[in-house]
């Protein structure tokens, strides 16, 4: 069955029709070329495809689109021109946290989910925030590090 | 440390952490046809007869009757089909493709078609094999006469399972057969290898195949000679639709279930002990090789030359063997054959020590081997061993006597905790005579009029760095600004064959061959010109040549080094175990950029201890792989472990550019036996001789010492 719906993606407005069962990752990669949310595996385990719906962060493979009628959908494509991206960008610059770089959108937004509800996370906080944010080249220790060092930098922005 | 091995921000981050790089998948499906696989069912089975549906227009079945060249897939030895048109040989062997435009339907066509069957017995264990795929057998000193003067006789056997790459893009490729060139892309360590296989499947030259890397998401090995059996199934696909892009894109399901990863083992060690010292070592190795022989040769290889590990047993009688059984093919995947036998020389080694009433680590320390000492296959440690000293650190790092002392007493209480440690080495760069009879590396420095310089290679950066620390070395030696040296995702058509991404030699090997064009380059620049200039793999003198058959020379040019303790803490009520410290030290010569090289050691040493502690794959009763999601194949994510301690040794190698060593696979090779040095500690147990070690497992050990204890 069709359905229309409107969702704001990146802060354009987007009118979309089809089945509003489909998961939001493919409507995002398929039918709006959003190819900025990677895919790992489709079923909701390894974060890469994490985006942010009215700030909140969530795997769109796990999220049936007719879910984000009237909401607005955040990918790294429309979180990389703001400060809180560029705070984070440096950080994961200095420390070298970037290797594969296919679970880094998602970990991006995951430390974004992660900064705007807690500014100064520690260690550990931060390591139960990305848990659900798997990273295979890293050992963590750069990401963890670069969102910590994030958070000091970046006094004020969260 | 050497200036050079200051950071840098890192040549590809900008592109991979906004989202712009293009991985496989990210390329546009429109007007691309969606490729997937009809698989067997069966672990061994004979093809009676293939039965397609009807095909909608503009949807194709692909099978061996489709190949245009040859229907082999090129990797070492030449056995695995493109297709398989007689007999398949494992759950997942491909038997035809289905090719058309939408996704959903290709995927109902797949299912429409009925394969007949007649099933064949199927050997899954390797204890059952019929087929010994290769055999080798190496000698040192004289064992017999050590084992007939011996105080005390060893004997363990040692068990390593199946270990998934995990890496998180998935295995992809693209292929498009257009006015008589083929061009394949996708993700994949090693452009040379696909070229060759594509090659020999579509029947086509050098020059009508054309492979481009697109930015890769984690290899580890499992994309070095996996991509060349999709990349020939796609092209294969594409010769047959000309000007259509053929999209052969696994999901997570599949890639686990189907693709290559580390060889399971199963060791047996015989150890002779005269006067507190290992004296010999009877060794045999047995690889799981699976259906096809794939890399294990080469995987077997280095294996087998790592049985002894770093101590000096003046007799050794080592025999290897890579078995066939009918399940998923297994490959390479870092560390290459060397962790299942470090795993099992290490734990053999505390055994030993602990029968002898001594400190694990001191009666290592007493057997290790120092320059100038031969190697397991008379070969010699040319360079300094600088294992003493890391070994110091890596216990002052961990407070690791203290503790190692407290928990050796009866431990009561909820948490019982152990230390445990282990120390490898990685022998650097391709085994034997691989890189001077057939690797042959070629590479190239284009300098154009600008004063810019590309450098060309074959090798690709999978998240290793490669692009920045080629460029760095480039540039450091023409004193030009880093953003002037740039190193591209290799394509086929512009670089020469600097060989295979593979070994932990791209770093070492090619970086050095780039630092000597740099050389030349700068010896004969031109302002405003375009120039070019190019240099070849030479084995360096002091090599002893290696003889394969006898196994008699130097394996490798010289060694990376490593030591690691592990700190456990088992809950035993539950039987869980949370890792409470993790301390390394490392030896990969020079870092050309430390922090590169540091996130290359910390991510090893994780994947590491998911291989001890987690990382559970197997076979069902069927040959099926049982584990093909992260939901059951768990790997560490960042609250399963506390931060890394991880710290470098620099013993510069005279031959690596600025004294580099091979790095990338060492980190993860010896940190099992460490692991399970500490959970033999808190467990109060001794003969934990496998991994992974599982909550189920230790429970029971927990509450036998509980007992235990109440007797």
């Known amino acids: 069955m069709k359905t229309q719906l409107t969702l704001k993606l990146n802060g354009k407005t987007v009118n979309w029709e089809g089945d509003s069962s489909r998961k939001l990752l493919d409507v995002l990669r398929d039918d709006l070329g959003q190819v900025d949310v990677k895919c790992g595996c489709r079923e909701g385990e390894c974060g890469a495809c994490s985006v942010l719906i009215d700030g909140l962060l969530v795997n769109s493979c796990m999220f049936a689109v007719g879910a984000v009628d009237g909401r607005e959908v955040t990918t790294i494509e429309g979180y990389r021109d703001t400060d809180r991206f560029r705070a984070l960008d440096k950080a994961f610059a200095d420390v070298s946290a970037v290797q594969c770089g296919y679970c880094i959108p998602g970990m991006v937004l995951a430390a974004e989910a992660l900064l705007a509800a807690n500014p100064r996370p520690t260690d550990a906080e931060v390591r139960a925030a990305i848990s659900g944010n798997l990273c295979r080249c890293t050992g963590y220790n750069a990401i963890v590090e670069a969102i910590v060092e994030a958070s000091e930098e970046g006094e004020g922005l969260w | ?711």
């Not at chain 2, 005269?274 to 040769?297: E, H, M, R, Y």
């Open chain 2, 1 to 711: 440390m050497h200036q050079i091995s200051q950071h840098v921000m890192k040549k590809d981050h900008r592109e991979k952490i906004d989202g712009t790089a293009l991985y496989v998948g990210d390329f546009t499906q429109q007007g691309a046809l969606c490729a997937r696989l009809v698989r067997s069912p069966h672990a061994h089975a004979r093809i009676e007869a293939i039965h397609y549906p009807r095909f909608p227009e503009g949807y194709y079945k692909v099978d061996a009757a489709d190949v245009p060249g040859e229907n082999i897939v090129h990797v070492v030895e030449d056995d695995s089909p493109v297709f398989e048109a007689d007999e398949v040989m494992f759950i997942g062997d491909p038997v035809a493709m289905i090719i058309g435009p939408d996704p959903a339907l290709v995927d109902q066509l797949v299912a429409a078609t009925v394969i007949d069957y007649r099933e064949l017995p199927a050997i899954l264990d390797i204890h059952d094999s019929d087929k010994v795929f290769f055999d080798y057998h190496y000698h040192k000193g004289d064992i017999d006469a050590a084992f007939a003067v011996a105080d005390k006789i060893y004997e363990e056997d040692f068990q390593t399972p199946y270990q998934e790459q995990a890496y998180l893009e998935t295995q992809g490729v693209i292929a498009c057969f257009q006015d008589g060139q083929l061009t394949v892309h996708g993700s994949l360590q090693c452009p040379y290898y696909v070229q060759a296989a594509v090659i020999k499947a579509c029947g086509l030259s050098a020059a009508q195949v054309r492979i481009q890397q697109d930015y890769t998401g984690g290899g580890f090995g499992g994309k070095e000679a996996f991509p060349s059996f999709i990349a020939a199934q796609a092209a294969v696909a594409a010769m047959k639709m000309p000007g259509k892009s053929v999209r052969l894109v696994f999901d997570r399901r599949e890639d686990m279930e189907f693709t290559s990863k580390r060889h399971p083992s199963c060791c047996h060690y015989k150890a002779a002990v005269k006067d507190g010292q290992v004296t010999a070592l009877d060794i045999q190795v047995l690889f799981n090789s699976g259906a096809f022989t794939t890399l294990s040769p080469v995987v077997l290889q280095r294996g087998i030359i790592a049985a002894p590990g770093v101590y000096n047993v003046p007799n050794l009688r080592v025999n290897g063997q890579a078995l066939r059984t009918h399940t998923v093919p297994t490959g390479a995947y870092r560390g290459f054959g060397a962790p299942q036998t470090f795993f099992a020389i290490e734990r053999l080694l505390d055994h030993i020590a602990a029968d002898l009433g001594q400190e694990p680590i001191d009666f290592k320390l007493a057997h290790l081997v120092k320059q100038g000492d031969a190697t397991s296959t008379s070969g010699l440690y040319h360079f300094p061993v600088p294992l003493p000293q890391m070994v110091a650190k890596v216990m002052a790092a961990s407070d690791f006597r203290s503790k190692r002392t407290a928990w050796a007493q009866p431990q009561s209480g909820r948490v019982r905790k152990g230390i445990g440690i282990a120390l490898w080495f990685h022998g650097a760069g391709f085994t034997g005579a691989g890189e001077r009879d057939h690797i042959k590396a070629v590479v190239r420095l284009r300098k154009l009029a600008d004063g810019s310089v590309e450098v060309l290679g074959s090798n690709t950066d999978i998240g290793q760095g490669i692009k920045t620390t080629f460029a760095k070395i480039v540039a450091n030696e023409l004193d030009l600004p880093l953003e002037l040296v740039n190193y591209h995702n290799p394509d086929t058509a512009l670089v020469p064959d600097s060989g295979p991404t593979v070994a932990s030699r791209s770093l070492m090997t090619v970086g050095e061959l780039f630092r000597r064009a740099a050389v030349q380059l700068k010896e004969q620049w031109q302002d405003g010109v375009e120039q070019v200039v190019e240099e070849h793999y030479h084995e360096p003198d002091f090599m002893l040549p290696f003889d394969l058959p006898t196994f008699h020379g130097d394996s490798y040019p010289t060694f990376a080094w490593g030591v690691a303790a592990v700190e456990l803490g088992f809950d035993s009520l539950t039987g869980q175990n949370d890792i409470l410290g993790c301390w390394a030290c490392f030896d990969v010569g020079t870092p050309i950029d430390e922090q590169i090289v540091i996130g290359q050691m910390e991510g090893g040493v994780l994947q590491g201890l998911g291989y001890s502690a987690m990382e559970q794959m197997a076979y069902d009763s069927t040959g099926r792989i049982r584990n093909h999601s992260y939901s059951d194949y768990i790997i560490p994510c960042a609250a399963d472990v506390p931060k890394l301690d991880v710290q470098l040794h620099v013993e510069e190698f005279p031959f690596g550019p600025y004294g580099a060593k091979g790095a990338g696979e060492l980190p993860l090779v010896g940190i099992a036996p460490a692991f399970i040095a500490a959970a033999e500690q808190a467990l109060a147990t001794r003969g934990l001789n496998h991994i992974p070690l599982t909550a189920e497992e230790s429970l029971a050990y927990l509450s036998a010492g509980q007992k235990e204890l109440a007797k």
